[in-house]
């Protein structure tokens, strides 16, 4: 196994910062079209972190025009140029699938409070 | 006969990578090599052409007399395995010779073959994928059955690799075509893209194609 540790450590990413699931955060994306490549941001909550080596990934919601939006990004791509942490959200779990059934102003996240 | 040349290895498992381009890959990793010719074999004295190759070292105790008097001829140690590709020109090798994983590079196709994991006795519907019978509709003792195995007076007899229940897996499993995403030599290791028979630390045998 410690091979596959070694194998897999040179693949994970250590610059992102820091985000749990609740936080409002940008994923700036390297997008690449043929021989040009462009930033595109996708701007949401996290509302799942899949930890794991090479293999994790994490889940940000919007709603975009009405309609809700997920999208899961694998959490060492080297696809990700950055992630920008917005807010920080009071969550009491880690799944936040509660949010997909709540619309408008009950599917808010309550910032997290800092004294 | 004559096959291409390859190298033993213990499969580690598997992983997922990010290749040069960014896209994650599913890799298997194989602990290979290195592996000392034991023998050169040709024609003339044994009636075919190949190499003999060595891999794991083994104690002593673990060896029995013959194979210590046949490792020593080759004056590199004791080992747990012993295996031969039939070559067309073997006689470019030496004995005593080292093969490890530098004899491929990345971007090559190779072929890997192993003992498959073995799953015991199982019935058609898993061994074959038959589709079985109806659970209700009054269908009796039958659920999981093959049904008909053949016909009557004519032709008399079951049909030779009828596919009917029995032992699965176990079995030596080559697969082709399997591209070699990295290799590693200061730790033995080779990247392979994809599955690749058999169970963790099972041996494998890596070859050209």
Known sequence: MNIIKKIEG??????????????????????VEGEKERIQVFQGNVIRIHRGTTGGTFTVRKVSDGVGVERVFP???????????VTEGRVRRSRLYYLRDLKGKAARIKPKNRF | MAEKLGILGRKVGMT????????????????????????????????YDAVQIAFEEAKEKHTTKPARGHFAKAGKGLF???????????????????????????????????????????????????????DTHGCEKVHRSGGSIGNNTFPGHVFKGK???????????TVKNLEIV??????????????????????VLVRKQ
């Open chain 2, 182 to 203: 990295d290799i590693r030599a200061e730790d033995n290791v080779i990247l392979v893209k994809g599955a690749v028979p058999g169970p963790k630390n099972g041996l």
């Open chain 1, 75 to 85: 959490l060492h791509s080297p696809f990700i140029d950055r992630v920008e942490l």
């Open chain 2, 80 to 134: 747990r395995n012993l295996r031969e590709i039939r070559l067309e020109a073997p006689a470019e090798f030496e004995v005593g010779q080292e093969l490890t994983v530098s004899l491929f590079a990345a971007g090559e196709k190779v072929k890997v073959t192993g003992t498959s994991i073995g799953k015991g006795y199982q019935g058609v519907m898993r061994r074959w994928n038959f589709a079985g019978s109806k």
């Open chain 2, 163 to 173: 596919k009917m229940a029995g032992h699965w897996g176990d079995e030596r499993v």
């Open chain 2, 16 to 47: 997922r990578i990010f290749a040069s381009d960014g896209s994650a890959v599913a890799v298997t990793v194989i602990q290979a090599g290195p592996c000392p010719v034991i023998q050169v074999r040709n024609g003339e004295t044994d009636g």
């Open chain 1, 10 to 31: 040179e693949h994970l990413r250590f610059d992102l910062p820091q985000f749990k699931s609740g936080d409002n955060v940008k994923v700036h994306l390297r997008i």
